[in-house]
C-alpha cells in the first residue's frame, strides 16, 4: 500500500480542507483517509488536491503543432449527424496533453465543435493514456449548438440554417419524427429493426439516456434549450452561458436544476454571440449557485491553464474549496462520471501534491499520480 501525506487536503468538494492526513491507496484505488500511515510507504508530502477534469474541451482533435486545416472539431458533410464521435478524431500524441499533465489536467471531456447542430457523441478520456483505446472512460452525451455557429456554416454540405430559427426547427424535425417512430413502435406498426440510425440516436435522447451538450452563450438561445426541454422531456447541459449578463437568467436555469459547463473565461470575444461577454460576468453565476464546472475549451484556452481561470471564482466570493471543486467533483458530477474527481474512499487515486498554495503564483504541482501511478514528478 502506497500513500500520500497531505498537510491540507482540498478533496474536490465545497468541504472545509483537511489537514495533516494521510491518503492511502492500493493498485488504482483509495483505500483510505487517515490521521495515520497504517504503514503505507509515503511517497510525497505536500498540499493535495483531486487531479484536474476539463468538462469540455477539444484537445486531441486540434492539435498543437499542426496547421489549422488539420483540425477535426467539425465534420462538415451534414448539419445533423449524431453518428460522429470525438473520440474517432483524437491523436493522443498530440503534445498538449503533455503539457496538461504536468499542470495536473487528467481528464478531458472531448466534444466535437459547435458548426453544426448536431455533432456527434462526447467522451471522457484520459489526458495520461498511450492510446485512445487506453484513454477511453466512457460516453457522456451528445454535442449540440445554438446560436450564431450553426448558422455560420452555410458553405459547408448538406442541409444548412442560415437563421437560429432554422436551426432549431431542423432539430425540432429529428425530435419529432423520433417520438413518432416510438409511438409506432409502442403501437406495434413498427419493428426496431425498421428505425434508421439517426432516428435511433435520437429515440435514445428522448429516452433521457442520453443528454444533449448544448453550446449556447447568450440568455436568449439557453431560453429556447429550456422551451425544447419542456416539449421533449430530454436531458441537457448548458455549456458555455458567457454571454449572459443577469442574475435572473441563472435563477431560472437553477430552478429547473440545469447543470452548465462554463466558459472558457479568459477567451477572446470574436464572434456576436459573446456581444456581452465580460469577465466581471462571472459573478452573476457565482452570485446565483447553480450547480456548474468550469472548462477550457481547448485550444481557445490552452488546458494547462484551465486552473488559472479559478482566480475569477475567488475574486467574488467563492471559497478555494469551492472554487477546485469547479474543475474536480462538480465537473465529474455533471458529466455522470463515478470514482473521479473527488478524494474519498474508493474513489481512483489521481491526485496532486503542491508545493505551496495552490492559489499562490509560485506554486505548481510537483507529484501528478494518475490511478495510483506517479506519472510526473518535478
Not at 498537510?7 to 490521521?35: M, P, Q, R
Not at 483524437?90 to 487528467?106: C, N, R, T
Not at 447553480?290 to 484551465?306: A, C
Amino acid at each position: 500500500m502506497k500513500g500520500v501525506k497531505a498537510t491540507l487536503l482540498y478533496d474536490g468538494t465545497a468541504n472545509k480542507a483537511k489537514k495533516n492526513v494521510y491518503i492511502l491507496f492500493e493498485g488504482n484505488k483509495i483505500v483510505e483517509i487517515s490521521k495515520e500511515r497504517n504503514g503505507a510507504d509515503i511517497i510525497g508530502e505536500g498540499i493535495v488536491t483531486p487531479a484536474f477534469i476539463d468538462s469540455h474541451a477539444h484537445i486531441g482533435m486540434a492539435r498543437s503543432g499542426e496547421p489549422s486545416y488539420e483540425e477535426e472539431l467539425n465534420e462538415q458533410m451534414n448539419a445533423i449527424y449524431p453518428l460522429s464521435d470525438a473520440l474517432h478524431s483524437v491523436y493522443m500524441d498530440d503534445p498538449a496533453f503533455k503539457e496538461s499533465i504536468e499542470h495536473g489536467v487528467l481528464y478531458s471531456h472531448i466534444l466535437p465543435g459547435s458548426g453544426n447542430i448536431i455533432g456527434g457523441r462526447t467522451a471522457l478520456i484520459r489526458n495520461f493514456a498511450r492510446d485512445i483505446e487506453e484513454a477511453y472512460v466512457q460516453h457522456i452525451g451528445i454535442k449540440a449548438a445554438l446560436g450564431y455557429n450553426p448558422r455560420s456554416t452555410t458553405e459547408w454540405k448538406g442541409t444548412r440554417p442560415s437563421t437560429r430559427m432554422g436551426a432549431v426547427a431542423l432539430l425540432r424535425e429529428q425530435l419529432l419524427k423520433a417520438r413518432k417512430m416510438k409511438a409506432l413502435l409502442k403501437k406495434r406498426k413498427k419493428i426496431k429493426e425498421e428505425v434508421e440510425p439517426l432516428t435511433e440516436i435520437f429515440m435514445e435522447i428522448l429516452d433521457g439516456n442520453t443528454p444533449l451538450m448544448v453550446h449556447a452563450h447568450k440568455e436568449d438561445d439557453i431560453l429556447v434549450l429550456m422551451k425544447l426541454m419542456d416539449e421533449f422531456e430530454i436531458k441537457a447541459v448548458v455549456n458555455h452561458g458567457c454571454d449572459v449578463h443577469s442574475r435572473e437568467l441563472w435563477g431560472k436555469v437553477k430552478r429547473r436544476g440545469m447543470d452548465i459547463i462554463y466558459g472558457p473565461v479568459d477567451a477572446f470575444s470574436y464572434k456576436v454571440e459573446l456581444k456581452n461577454e465580460y469577465w466581471r460576468n462571472i459573478r452573476y453565476i457565482v452570485e446565483v449557485r447553480p450547480r456548474f464546472s468550469v472548462m477550457s475549451d481547448h485550444p481557445f484556452v490552452l488546458q494547462r491553464n484551465l486552473y488559472l481561470q479559478l482566480r475569477y471564482f475567488l475574486r467574488f466570493g467563492m471559497s478555494k474549496e469551492e472554487s477546485i471543486s469547479l474543475i474536480t467533483g462538480n465537473a465529474a458530477d455533471i458529466l455522470g462520471v463515478r470514482g473521479l474527481g473527488k478524494i474519498k474512499k474508493g474513489y481512483y487515486a489521481s491526485l496532486l501534491l503542491w508545493n505551496g498554495d495552490p492559489f499562490s503564483m509560485e506554486s505548481y504541482p510537483t507529484l501528478v499520480i494518475g490511478e495510483g501511478k506517479v506519472i510526473h514528478e518535478e
